[in-house]
């Protein structure tokens, strides 16, 4: 993954809007979801999504495809992947990551 594609999904996810919007559509799973349903899961103006859906779009991590008379949005799970392998590339230089239960902590 370019390191330009890197700067531009986590641009587009520096929002809340779109990242409710995003973690909303993961949740979906590969249905995805249409923009009528976003509006009504996330409270958001219709002409306000469609702006962020754009946005999300052009980063990369979410598709878009036409079923009939629908837009279905979908999470596009190889760009979270890479985008989550590339920040987790060298974790902890090699070592072992502390467990996700630390008694010390």
Same mark, same amino acid.
């Given at each position: 993954?370019?390191?330009?594609?890197?700067?531009?999904?986590?641009?587009a996810? =520096?929002?809340?809007v779109?990242?409710?919007?995003? /973690? =909303?559509?993961?949740?979906a799973?590969p249905a995805?979801? @249409?923009?009528?349903a976003?509006?009504? =899961?996330?409270?958001v103006?219709? @002409?306000?999504?469609?702006?962020h859906?754009?946005?999300?779009?052009?980063s990369?991590?979410?598709?878009?495809?036409?079923?009939? /008379? !629908?837009?279905?949005?979908?999470?596009?799970?190889?760009?979270? !992947? =890479?985008?989550?392998?590339?920040? @987790?590339? !060298?974790?902890?230089?090699?070592?072992?990551?502390?467990?996700?239960?630390?008694?010390?902590?």
């Amino acid at each position: 993954m370019e390191e330009q594609d890197i700067v531009r999904s986590l641009a587009a996810l =520096a929002q809340p809007v779109r990242l409710q919007v995003f /973690r =909303a559509l993961v949740v979906a799973g590969p249905a995805g979801l @249409t923009p009528g349903a976003l509006v009504e =899961a996330l409270d958001v103006p219709a @002409t306000s999504l469609s702006f962020h859906l754009k946005e999300l779009a052009h980063s990369g991590l979410v598709t878009q495809e036409r079923s009939g /008379r !629908n837009l279905i949005y979908r999470a596009a799970f190889g760009q979270m !992947n =890479a985008l989550i392998g590339y920040l @987790t590339e !060298n974790c902890c230089q090699g070592e072992a990551c502390l467990p996700q239960a630390c008694a010390s902590c």
